[in-house]
């Protein structure tokens, strides 16, 4: 309510600011916490950034756990401003001391708010220049810290557990090599160890909290500390422990995290073809969501970086390759749908990314597999445009023909409708994707016969394909062709009883009037068939002017 007093009337504001203080001296801690988050919403009200000050110092001293979380909360929102920047130095000293006690009473709900934050904080005082390098070092040593919280394997904090790329940062800073990781983050003359910590029960109970935020905020804490530390021997490291966390939450932050590092990494990114490897190959299906939507524009890094290549194998080939088979065969035997289609979906870069044989080979077979036995219909469709891409860029001869082959038995004869019907996308997908003349040779005949179908609804998806089919007819030499499209539809016109197919068919019918068909040097062909269309083509049948106006584009 004082926000919105606040917000709408600075005068108003002053008269309620009493009323603001007299709330964050309340006996009760859950109303002084409540209202020390309003503080970064209407700080902006406060003529005098002293007053601000004031406000967080009064906080800081007060030793309720709630309180002290809702001023790291209150940080958290307030540091961002851009009129803030005078005042980082002071949040800071503020933050630096309640993170030490934190860390030293073992208030695992501060530590838990604070690493949300701890990334971007960092990021943008760096940008404004807020920070010095004894700052710098508290954010990359309290990171490296809080990102490893709770492991119960965790490695005593001396510098031969740090990272090399960090050791030389200390190192270029002019600090002790010997210099505690623990200390540096509750300040110089800290205890390494508190009298007051929570039961190792309730760390590793609580401990992957602070750890998956970590990994939610490794992006701006990847942006602020790439200028500072080598990432192979820095920052890496860090990324291969979130990866290989016992906490499936901590993986599946550190996934979501994945592409924007990479990406953020640029020609580098194919560094990290290792942790992308492992990623694949996890157990949790939390984590493979997160990687998943971006499967493909990883798969073009490590192409552009070597790793893998279309033209010919590689070391990283079996690897990937497995990786991605694997993780394939994960998803098939779950009930998540929904992942495995968006899995199935990044397919498609696989004839830019690995070579034409392996993908042959090795997935080819199973995606037709997929494609008969899978029961939701958005993962079969998914595995469709997979088989159709990897048809049109196939370079053997051999291989085109046996893909073309397995799609004809398998779907355009089989027994199950959903077969049928997957058939007839296919081959409106190779309408789009292929040339009119491959889709002449190969797909027309057998499209065209599925107009006899005893299903209604195959029967439908034929008669909305009958337009763009005859679309691919466009030469003289297209004659029979076109006259088994004529007789196809005549034939169905004439004998069909059911409702919605002769729907489909009169909207066919208007979509065939719009497209013309141009006979190079055969003008007399041409007045042959305009005339035969007047001639059997009536009002009466629906079918008037059927191949329509004979000024059509040009091909």
Same mark, same amino acid.
């Given at each position: 309510m004082i926000k919105f007093f606040i917000a709408r009337s600075p005068t108003l504001g002053k008269v309620l600011t009493p009323v603001i203080t007299t709330l964050l001296e309340d006996p009760v801690p859950i109303v002084r916490g409540t209202m020390c988050q309003q503080l970064g919403p209407i700080y902006h009200n406060f003529q005098s950034k002293e007053q601000l000050n004031n406000y967080l110092v009064g906080i800081y001293k007060d030793n309720n756990p709630f309180v002290k979380q809702s001023l790291v909360i209150t940080i958290g929102g307030i540091y =961002?401003?851009?009129?803030? =920047? /005078?005042?980082?130095?002071? *949040?800071? /000293? *503020? &933050? =630096? !001391?309640t993170i030490k006690e934190a860390f030293v009473q073992g208030n695992l709900d501060i530590l838990i708010v604070f690493t949300s934050y701890i990334g971007e904080i960092a990021k943008v005082m760096t940008e404004a220049g807020s920070l010095n390098g004894d700052g710098k070092l508290w954010f990359l040593d309290a990171f490296i810290q809080l990102s490893r919280y709770g492991l119960a394997n965790l490695p005593s904090a001396t510098d031969e557990n740090l990272p090399t790329g960090f050791l030389n940062f200390r190192a270029n800073m002019g600090y002790n090599r010997r210099h505690s990781l623990v200390e540096s983050l509750v300040s110089s003359g800290a205890p390494p160890t508190a009298t007051n910590t929570p039961s190792k029960k309730a760390v590793i109970e609580q401990g992957w909290k602070i750890r998956a935020n970590a990994a939610k905020d490794f992006i701006n804490f990847f942006k602020f500390a790439k200028p500072l530390v080598d990432f192979k021997l820095g920052i890496q490291p860090l990324i291969g422990d979130l990866i290989h966390d016992p906490h499936e939450t901590v993986r599946a932050a550190m /996934?979501? @995290?994945f592409w924007p590092v990479m990406e953020a990494l640029g020609n580098n990114g194919h560094i990290l073809h290792g942790e992308f490897v492992y990623t694949l190959s996890d157990d949790s299906l939390e984590v493979i969501e997160g990687i998943a939507p971006h499967i493909a524009k990883i798969l073009k890094v490590l192409t552009d970086g070597k790793i893998i290549s279309p033209d010919q194998p590689t070391q990283g080939l079996v690897e990937i390759g497995g990786a991605l088979i694997f993780c394939e065969e994960r998803l098939s035997q779950s009930n998540s749908w929904r992942v495995h289609t968006q899995f199935l979906s990044q397919l498609t870069a696989l004839p830019f990314c690995l070579p034409g044989d392996y993908i042959y080979n090795n997935f080819v077979p199973n995606l037709f597999h997929r494609l008969l036995h899978l029961r939701h219909l958005p993962a079969r469709m998914g595995v469709a445009d997979a088989i159709v891409c990897f &048809?049109?860029? @196939? !370079?053997r001869a051999k291989q085109r023909e046996e893909i073309r082959r397995r799609i004809k038995e398998s779907f355009a004869n089989g027994k199950s409708v959903q077969d049928r019907m997957l058939y007839l996308y296919m081959s409106r997908k190779i309408i789009d994707t292929f040339s009119r003349k491959y889709f002449r040779e190969h797909f027309f005949?057998?499209? &065209? !016969?599925m107009a006899d179908d005893a299903v209604a609804n195959v029967r439908i998806k034929v008669v909305t394909m009958l337009p763009d089919m005859k679309n691919t007819l466009q030469r003289s030499e297209d004659d029979k062709l076109l006259q088994k499209l004529d007789d196809a539809a005549m034939k169905l016109r004439a004998s069909e009883s059911d409702r919605d197919v002769l729907n489909a068919m009169d909207e066919a019918i208007q979509g065939m009037q719009k497209i013309g068909i141009r006979f190079a040097n055969d003008k007399a062909y041409m007045s042959r068939w305009e005339t035969s269309a007047k001639t059997f083509l009536t009002p009466q049948t629906g079918f008037h002017r059927l191949f329509g106006n004979t000024h059509c584009r040009n091909y």
């Open positions: =961002k401003y851009p009129d803030m =920047k /005078s005042l980082h130095p002071f *949040i800071l /000293s *503020i &933050l =630096k !001391r /996934s979501n @995290c &048809l049109r860029y @196939c !370079r005949h057998q499209t &065209l !016969r």
